[in-house]
T-cell receptor
Framework: GQQVMQIPQYQHVQEGEDFTTYCNSSTTLSNIQWYKQRPGGHPVFLIQLVKSGEVKKQKRLTFQFGEAKKNSSLHITATQTTDVGTYFCAAGANSKLTFGKGITLSVRP | NAGVTQTPKFQVLKTGQSMTLQCAQDMNHEYMSWYRQDPGMGLRLIHYSVGAGITDQGEVPNGYNVSRSTTEDFPLRLLSAAPSQTSVYFC?????WGVGLFFGEGSRLTVL
């Protein structure tokens, strides 16, 4: 499977602040997926990016695929307490989807 | 639609016991997969299936077996449980390979 890295594993922000996290690969990715897992819950699919430089928005969340298709970013504008959870990126090849270790976001009210 | 249903939600086993985690989906999804989630390790792929009758190994297949006799069901069998298999197990499916996965609610397994 394709390896993707997410660093750091934890981030704490004040409610209202913006938040950006990255997903990096040493190889070119065919596509990238993002998932969110709330504490005690299961991962939920958010988005898939396929094209070089692609940008997709979901309300306050903006997802971008790098021009070289080796990295992706997730940006949350004006974080809210409902944004808490772990965000995973995942990349697939040969019918196998490999997940990064995720970044756990906490939001101070 | 119930989505992806996993049973049981919780299970405690003794070392050496065997058991089956059940996974069923009612969305006519061709692709199904099993992941385990451990603290700090993210989600690791155990086995996957691209359609009925076809299964293959993921990243961490040792100690686990799967079968896919129908489109709907994808059970995960632990042959002889070990403490290292203590984990949360997620079943996930999608209409086909390469699109977003729907996850079940998970099964928390403890092996003593």
């Amino acid at each position: 499977g394709q390896q993707v890295m997410q660093i750091p594993q934890y981030q704490h922000v004040q409610e209202g602040e913006d938040f950006t996290t990255y997903c990096n690969s040493s190889t070119t990715l065919s596509n990238i997926q993002w998932y969110k897992q709330r504490p005690g819950g299961h991962p939920v699919f958010l988005i898939q990016l396929v094209k070089s430089g692609e940008v997709k928005k979901q309300k306050r969340l903006t997802f971008q695929f790098g021009e070289a298709k080796k990295n992706s970013s997730l940006h949350i504008t004006a974080t809210q307490t409902t944004d808490v959870g772990t965000y995973f990126c995942a990349a697939g090849a040969n019918s196998k989807l490999t997940f990064g270790k995720g970044i756990t976001l906490s939001v101070r009210p | 639609n119930a989505g992806v249903t996993q049973t049981p939600k919780f299970q405690v086993l003794k070392t050496g016991q065997s058991m089956t985690l059940q996974c069923a989906q009612d969305m006519n999804h061709e692709y199904m997969s099993w992941y385990r989630q451990d603290p700090g390790m993210g989600l690791r792929l155990i086995h996957y299936s691209v359609g009925a009758g076809i299964t293959d190994q993921g990243e961490v297949p040792n100690g686990y077996n799967v079968s896919r006799s129908t489109t709907e069901d994808f059970p995960l069998r632990l042959l002889s449980a070990a403490p290292s298999q203590t984990s949360v197990y997620f079943c996930a499916s999608s209409i086909q390979w390469g699109v977003g996965l729907f996850f079940g609610e998970g099964s928390r397994l403890t092996v003593l």
